[in-house]
């Protein structure tokens, strides 16, 4: 009767201790699953510019309408680089007293070739001259949807404005 109880106390012992907390593998990581190639599927675009005019402050809406897209973007591992290739166009309208401006830039390459790191929900990009940072709206197995902010300093028929510009960008994994 004893080897029997330290028989079963024996068993008991190894069931528990060889059990797992680990049912498999967990949910993917946001650096786990940001890693591959996406395409630039929906560019929304839009902000204000701010100067002054004649000693008058003066803040103008701008909104951006991106055409002829072939971007893409590749996030690689160990390390964590970054690589865009492609480009896009993007036609810039602002109204200010009844007066409509319009600037096109063309040929945009966005980032480059840089790395990456994701802090929180931010995902961060640097390349040789800058750093940008991104909120991570949206990630999963297909979309990558992020917004920033690009601040330019732009000179409008000789005056100096500012231009804070809005950038929500969705991507698709290819």
Do not use: H
Not at 97 to 109: A, F, T
């Amino acid at each position: 009767m004893k080897n029997l109880k330290l028989l079963t106390l024996i068993i008991l012992s190894v069931m528990v201790f060889s059990c797992s907390d680990d049912d498999g593998p967990g949910e993917p990581t946001i650096e786990d699953t940001i890693v591959g190639k996406w395409q630039a599927s929906e560019f929304l675009v839009d902000g204000e510019a701010t100067g002054n005019i004649g000693g008058i402050n003066v803040s103008v809406d701008i909104e951006g309408d991106v055409y002829d897209n072939t971007y893409a973007v590749e996030f690689r591992d160990n390390p964590n680089t970054v690589t865009s290739t492609g480009d896009f166009s993007i036609r810039f309208t602002a109204s200010f007293l009844g007066q409509s401006y319009e600037e096109v830039v063309e040929d945009v390459q966005f980032i480059g070739t840089g790395s990456w790191q994701i802090i929180g929900n931010q995902l961060i990009i640097t390349t040789s001259t800058e750093e940008r940072t991104f909120d991570i709206q949206t990630i999963n197995a297909t979309t990558l949807r992020v917004f920033g902010q690009i601040i330019e300093t732009i000179d409008v028929e000789g005056t100096t404005a500012e231009a804070v510009i809005d950038l929500d960008l969705t991507f698709t994994r290819i």
